[in-house]
Every structure is written in structure tokens, then in C-alpha cells.
């Protein structure tokens, strides 16, 4: 299920830029490295596109002038790439940290 949706944020993202449809573009560009995180998707690739969805959104909500949709995008993919790291496993959970921090 997240493979097709993944390929559904995609096409809608894609439409979204070429209709100039800025709920499809929010859409289509936050929700996509979402979905790339829960297939698994490689760390690198994801990394890639999370930033050039990010760079392609920003760019956009800029050049349509919308900037309360910018800054609500700008949110999604900082939370985007907070899921990154925490399911990818580069951050440490806080109970981890005070288990550490209890055997020293």
C-alpha cells in the first residue's frame, strides 16, 4: 500500500506543478518522502529526495507568492526529515540517553 502511494504523491505532485494546483503541489511533494521512509527506502536516495522536494516546494509556494503555505510546507518537511532520522535510527531515543548516562 505505501509503494502506491508513494507512486500516487508522485503523479499528484507532477500534476500539481504542471496544472499549477498549489493543494496538489503541497500535497504530492510533503507526503511523498513520507511514504519513501515507510518502504524503506534506501538512506541516501531519500536524503536526495527529500531535499529536492523540499527545494522544488519552497521554490514554488515562492514563486506563486504564497507564503502561509510556504512556511506550512517549510514545517512538513523539517517533520519529514525528523522522521528520517528518528526511523533510520541517527538519533537516540531519551530513554536511551538516560540509561547511558545512569552507568556512568
Do not use: C
Not at 524503506?40 to 506563486?64: D, E, M, S
Amino acid at each position: 500500500m505505501h509503494k502506491f502511494l508513494a507512486i500516487f504523491f508522485l503523479v499528484l505532485a507532477a500534476v500539481g506543478l504542471y496544472f499549477n494546483n498549489e493543494i496538489g503541489v503541497f500535497v504530492g511533494l510533503a507526503l511523498l518522502p513520507w511514504q519513501l521512509g515507510r518502504i524503506g527506502f534506501p538512506q541516501k536516495a531519500y536524503k536526495y529526495v527529500l531535499i529536492l522536494a523540499a527545494l522544488v516546494g519552497i521554490g514554488y509556494f515562492i514563486l506563486i507568492g504564497w507564503y502561509t503555505l510556504l512556511l506550512a510546507f517549510i514545517f512538513v518537511m523539517i517533520y519529514n526529515y525528523w522522521g528520517y532520522r528518528r526511523f533510520s535510527g541517527l538519533t537516540e531515543s531519551s530513554a536511551d540517553q538516560e540509561k547511558e548516562e545512569q552507568e556512568r
